[in-house]
């Protein structure tokens, strides 16, 4: 099993950016209570409606707007588990995933590749998914492979399944994907219960966890509402991942883009918490600020890097293993 050393712990060694004091980590979270409280999210599922109002959330069933009680969003924030247990094909690949217990996985979701053969620039292909599978699998570096590319050479509407069919038998670590929408996430457990001996056995030692991502601003659509539920109902860990950019679907401004993002993630994590207590949840990001020049995200630029060291912060602040992009 790998448990990779600890960063932001007062110890002899590690490396942190803290980017907030523990009085400013508070108020982006007061912040964010009020929002949620005020304006709410879009939940575009009704089942998810359902569970929430079930739950305690206030349901406008007309506008599709969830409206959460303060005790709503800090039952599920301690209801989650800090730290989740992700299991290689390999146990010797199986790693821990904890507050400030840093571990590293390839970039995801690539469209186009150069041929390693012919030097083209082409659209990625299933065979390219197997690939990046054992690629990432011989790299002692890299903890969990996350779906590198996507099968383009295939019908979009089974995109996902052939992509699980491709990663899965290629590497022997723990895999993330998005899985596309509930249908094709609750075939794709049939897959892995497959490959583990069943699905019982496939809970006991979950090989692949699943991501999706909300529509910022405030949104989260019928297919992540989807993906967040059958993960929970299944014992598989699901990593909430917002994208918000600031000065585009976000505040220009890294603090209130920080407050929609944080929203975002934790009306998932609600969600997830009231489909099954306890279950398996992971606080992500990929959220940068908007190239005003090409109105596209900047990736790798520095308010990237201090985006995502303020929300592996916050992550810390409700004791959740967190995903971020690097800077």
């Not at 690629?135 to 019908?155: C, M, N, T």
């Not at 094709?184 to 699943?210: N, Q, Y």
């Not at 992500?284 to 995200?297: Q, V, W």
Request: proline residues 4%.
């Amino acid at each position: 099993m790998i448990r990779n050393l600890f960063a932001g712990k007062i110890q002899s060694g590690g490396l942190s950016l803290n980017i907030f004091s523990r009085d400013e980590l508070e108020q982006i979270h007061s912040a964010t209570l009020e929002v949620l409280h005020r304006t709410g999210l879009h939940i575009g599922d009704k089942e998810a409606r359902e569970i929430l109002a079930a739950g305690g959330a206030i349901v406008d069933e007309n506008t599709g707007t969830v409206k959460f009680p303060p005790y709503l969003v800090e039952d599920a924030i301690r209801s989650a588990p800090s730290k989740v247990f992700l299991a290689g094909r390999n146990p010797k690949n199986d790693f821990i995933a904890e507050s400030n217990r840093v571990g590293f996985t390839n970039f995801g979701e690539g469209v186009f590749v150069i041929d390693p053969y012919t030097g083209e620039r082409r659209e990625t292909t299933k065979q390219d998914v197997a690939d990046t599978a054992r690629l990432v699998d011989g790299l002692d570096q890299i903890d969990v492979y996350e779906r590198a590319v996507g099968a383009s050479d295939v019908p979009g509407g089974s995109m996902q399944l052939h992509n699980a069919e491709a990663w899965l038998p290629n590497t022997s670590k723990h895999g993330f994907m998005g899985t596309g929408n509930g249908y094709l996430t609750k075939k794709i457990f049939k897959m892995a219960a497959a490959v583990t001996g069943g699905e019982d056995k496939l809970r006991e030692r979950p090989i692949l966890s699943t991501i999706t991502c909300p529509i910022s601003p405030l949104q989260l659509v019928g297919d992540t509402c989807e993906i967040i539920m059958e993960s929970a109902r299944a014992g598989i860990m699901v990593n909430v991942l917002s994208m918000a950019m600031a000065g585009g679907s976000s505040p220009v401004t890294l603090a209130g883009t920080l407050v929609d993002h944080n929203a975002e993630v934790l009306g998932g994590l609600i969600l997830n918490q009231l489909t099954c207590k306890g279950a398996p949840f992971m606080y992500g990001s990929s959220t940068t600020a908007m190239d005003l020049r090409f109105a596209a995200a900047s990736v790798g630029c520095p308010e990237c890097a201090l985006i995502n060291a303020a929300v592996a912060q916050m992550a810390r602040y409700y004791l959740l293993p967190s995903w971020v992009a690097g800077g």
